[in-house]
């Protein structure tokens, strides 16, 4: 199994990004597929969420501004962000679980970092 985060950069607040996330090795349509951040000096948080039958979740400092969603021709998991802040900086990790979306799971992708910076 083998997740790849990418889009990172350097964005101006206010800007906007989309991170990707191809898979291979499994199907994201069966898995709970999440996207999770972790900023310099603190722990890993979970960012958004989505089920196997498509639902979504967010956390509170990011509802309205960021967007899950995912290509299942491509296989492929997106996260778009807009209206950055410079508290949305840190490195976004993809991940999937076949249970539910926690911190705890099954698969994780390298990260791609974002920094948000006038």
């Known amino acids: 199994v083998q997740l790849q985060a990418s889009g990172g950069g350097l964005v101006q607040p206010g800007g906007s990004l989309r991170l990707s996330c191809p898979a291979s090795g499994l199907t994201l349509d069966r898995y709970y597929i999440g996207w999770f951040r972790q900023a310099p000096g603190k722990e890993r948080e979970g960012v958004s969420c989505m089920t196997s039958d498509g639902r979504t979740y967010y956390a509170d400092s990011v509802r309205g501004r960021f967007t899950i969603s995912r290509n299942s021709a491509k296989n492929t998991l997106y996260l778009q962000m807009s209206t950055l802040k410079p508290e949305d900086t840190a490195v976004y990790y993809c991940?999937?679980?076949?249970?539910?979306?926690?911190?705890?799971?099954?698969?994780w992708g390298k990260g791609t970092l974002v920094t948000v910076s006038s």
């Open positions: 991940a999937a679980s076949s249970d539910y979306c926690s911190l705890e799971m099954d698969y």
